[in-house]
């Protein structure tokens, strides 16, 4: 698989390819539309050499494979390609070819500008792990002897010599008859690399005619700008202009234009220290040491020296022999008789290996957290564990939890179940020097950070023995370690619209979220607050179903009500709109007489009305300045979940109010009971409400007196409410076993 598209690089290494004994070779048909792919095309001339049935050849077409393609192509690809060559331009190729490809990849080369490396590239896009999995198959396939010279050693330790050079063609012969400077520069318009170049340019000589070609896309005020032009003015171009100049210095990039006037027979003048001196170009005349100097050669030229433009016609042909075939085609064939070699090396290493063991997954609470998360958590690893075996894949799965409070006891993982395990864990921090060195050990050569990192410390290895980690919300301590791939469920972005955390906490969630292989959401909203305002890369988020807990009234007490109540459940945190439910409860109770107690269930609500937090402290005023508020309301705090299942059962009805989240589970719960729900009106409980036909009644959260009205008006109507609820059936059809499948390909596709 020759997956790139630079049309001049293919007209010579595809016969280098087939000169050495590879007769089917695959081309993209799909080119990002990028200014970087200006020299690139689309070519079907091999489909036909193919050995591939046509609707399986109609998938690979469809795939642009330059950001990632589908389960479906790569599979195909494993079943007709050995080899692919690839470049870096979105690291999902990257990604993707190293999980799910499994011949050999070569990283082609072709040189980048002095101020970066290939290891800078791979750094930048998080790659080393990448290129760590498939190491033993993996090449820095350089198309110049000295390209790996600079490179980290994980790199360079794979370099693979495959010279890129120029196809023989025909030139149109040169004339010069214009007294005309032949410059190429694209671009000029909005890249500041070339523009600086052209100014330049200009600057260095004002005193020549001068015409640049190169694609403008956008128009540049210089009538000697040509942009776009057609094949014949272009060759009318190189065979009547004078010379050409060639600015370049860079040590480890060519272009191809300057070979091209070589071809035709025009001067070139190019500057010292670039790729021509390394290819022969040193002595000779064209060949200039400054600016001053190039003006002084160009000079000649247009003054017609005849014997000096033969001297530089005749000298700069040794240039050409370095990109010929004839030269290179001895590399190729080395290059390839070693891939060869290899390759069925890999493949008897692949008959041989023992099978593997059974894929682990974990499972990672970061943070102590009861409630709702705690149990989506533990409904996440139940539905990779079903998932699993539902697709025949079964893989191990560990639910890990935080093991330094005295959250947790052992009831509240029962429903866990036998076949997942649970390991607790500490956070240990790690140093950059700490961090780079356990990355070394790890394998990760070359690897560096500046900044502090995490590892889940379980006393033992620090999940190592797992091939992914799942980690539930991006409430990380620092940047994880990145030793593992990494899944992260995002539930909210509360930070978006509450003053929750520092500015400096906030970029680390968000930089965590951006470096995880896959972001899950459960919601339409949290996806676009993940979008829009954590800039994840759609390609890696993905909307999976919520999952519902089963919520049975069995071996629940009928019980006797001695003071009718509805269920406020809640925590202590900022967005749960504490204040405004407490001026709506005051109205409620003061002037429309409601009847109902208000039982209050949620972690740390116990302590809200002598809470000293900012947000809380009007709450406690409130309650001490109104007799009615201190009769009617029970802070019943934490309950254990069989006795939260016991007074939500009992409860004329729910109110949930806080502002913003990603919806609770604490109305699909009561709806499971025959309870019905008052809930704020906010995009996330919306979509609850829809998808599980859940009946919601809404109320204003900014409104203590509509939150009161509504209050009152479901007392009156709550039992009336009950006949709306949805029957038994939706709620199996959201259940973990029902989605479990979907979930399981999603995790299955980061192993």
């Not at 330049?200 to 005193?207: H, I, K, Q, T, Y």
């Not at 433009?309 to 040794?318: G, L, V, Y």
């Not at 390759?343 to 593997?356: E, F, W």
């Not at 996330?684 to 009946?695: D, I, Q």
Request: proline share 5%.
């Amino acid at each position: 698989m020759w997956l790139l598209n630079h049309t001049s690089a293919r007209k010579f290494e595809i016969p280098m390819l087939k000169q050495c004994g590879i007769s089917q070779i695959y081309f993209p048909k799909i080119v990002p539309s990028d200014i970087s792919f200006r020299s690139s095309s689309v070519s079907y001339e091999e489909d036909q050499n193919l050995d591939i049935p046509a609707d399986e050849l109609e998938i690979l077409n469809a795939c642009d494979w330059y950001s990632g393609a589908t389960p479906e192509a790569w599979a195909l690809a494993n079943k007709y390609f050995d080899v692919a060559f690839v470049i870096l331009h979105d690291d999902a190729l990257f990604r993707e070819i190293s999980r799910y490809f499994s011949g050999l990849v070569l990283y082609r080369a072709y040189g980048l500008d002095k101020t970066l490396t290939y290891s800078d590239l791979i750094r930048h896009f998080g790659l080393e792990t990448h290129i760590r999995n498939m190491y033993s198959r993996f090449y820095f396939a350089e198309a110049y002897p000295h390209l790996a010279d600079i490179e980290e050693r994980y790199i360079s330790h794979r370099r693979l010599y495959l010279p890129l050079g120029m196809a023989a063609r025909h030139a149109t012969p040169w004339l010069g008859d214009e007294k005309k400077i032949y410059f190429v520069c694209p671009s000029i318009g909005f890249n500041q690399y070339y523009k600086d170049i052209y100014e330049s340019f200009r600057r260095d000589f004002v005193e020549f005619d001068y015409v640049v070609a190169g694609e403008q896309l956008i128009p540049v005020s210089d009538p000697k700008v040509l942009g776009y032009v057609s094949n014949e003015a272009h060759t009318a171009n190189m065979t009547q202009s004078r010379v050409m100049f060639y600015h370049s210095q860079e040590p480890n990039h060519i272009h191809y234009h300057p070979f091209e006037a070589i071809l035709a027979g025009m001067p070139l003048v190019y500057m010292a220290g670039g790729m021509l001196d390394r290819m022969g170009g040193k002595g000779l005349p064209g060949r200039a040491a400054s600016i001053k100097d190039a003006r002084r050669i160009i000079r000649r030229l247009m003054n017609g020296d005849k014997a000096f433009i033969e001297s530089i016609r005749t000298s700069q042909k040794i240039l050409l022999k370095s990109m010929s075939a004839e030269v290179l085609s001895p590399a190729w064939k080395l290059g390839i008789e070693r891939l060869e070699a290899d390759y069925q090396a890999h493949k008897q290493a692949s008959i041989q290996r023992p099978k593997d063991r059974l894929k682990r997954i974990a499972v990672i609470l970061p943070e102590p957290y009861r409630g709702g998360t705690l149990r989506g958590a533990i409904m996440l690893a139940q539905a990779i564990h079903m998932g699993s075996l539902q697709c025949g894949d079964a893989v191990e799965v560990i639910f890990a939890h935080r093991e330094d409070t005295d959250v947790y006891e052992d009831d509240d993982f029962l429903e866990l179940g036998e076949k997942i395990a649970r390991r607790p864990f500490r956070w240990q921090k790690l140093s950059s020097t700490e961090a780079c060195r356990a990355m070394h050990f790890a394998g990760h050569e070359g690897w560096f950070t500046e900044v502090t990192h995490s590892v889940p410390d379980d006393g033992m290895i620090q999940f190592t023995d797992c091939d992914l980690w799942v980690v539930v919300s991006d409430r990380l301590p620092t940047a994880l370690l990145p030793v593992r791939p990494r899944v992260m469920m995002i539930y909210d972005y509360l930070q978006r619209y509450e003053n929750v955390m520092s500015r400096s906490n906030d970029l680390n969630f968000v930089q965590g979220a951006r470096s995880a292989d896959k972001i899950f959401v459960t919601t339409e909203f949290t996806k676009n607050d993940a979008l829009q305002y954590a800039g994840v890369d759609p390609r890696r988020l993905v909307q999976v179903p919520m999952l519902i807990p089963k919520f049975s009234q069995k071996d629940l007490p009928e019980g006797q009500v001695v003071e009718p109540y509805f269920l406020w459940t809640t925590n202590a945190a900022p967005h749960k709109n504490h204040l405004e439910v407490m001026r709506a409860l005051r109205i409620y109770y003061e002037e429309y007489q409601g009847s109902l107690i208000c039982r209050v269930t949620g972690v740390g609500t116990s302590t809200i009305p002598e809470s000293k937090l900012s947000h809380l402290k009007p709450v406690g005023a409130l309650i001490k300045n109104s007799n009615l508020l201190r009769s009617r309301i029970r802070w019943l705090g934490d309950l254990p979940d069989h006795e939260y299942r016991v007074q939500l059962k009992s409860a004329q009805f729910l109110m949930h109010a806080a502002r913003v989240d990603n919806g609770t589970f604490s109305v699909i719960e009561a709806a499971q009971l025959g309870v019905p729900s008052l809930s704020t009106n906010y995009p996330a409980m919306r979509e609850m409400n829809e998808w599980f036909s859940l009946n919601l009644s809404f109320m204003d959260g900014s409104s203590a007196r509509n939150m009161a009205k509504m209050l009152k008006q479901m007392e009156e109507s709550c039992q009336a409410l009950r006949a709306f609820l949805p029957s038994p059936d939706i709620f199996e059809r959201g259940g973990v076993s029902a989605h479990a499948r979907k979930y399981w390909q999603e995790v299955k596709s980061c192993l």
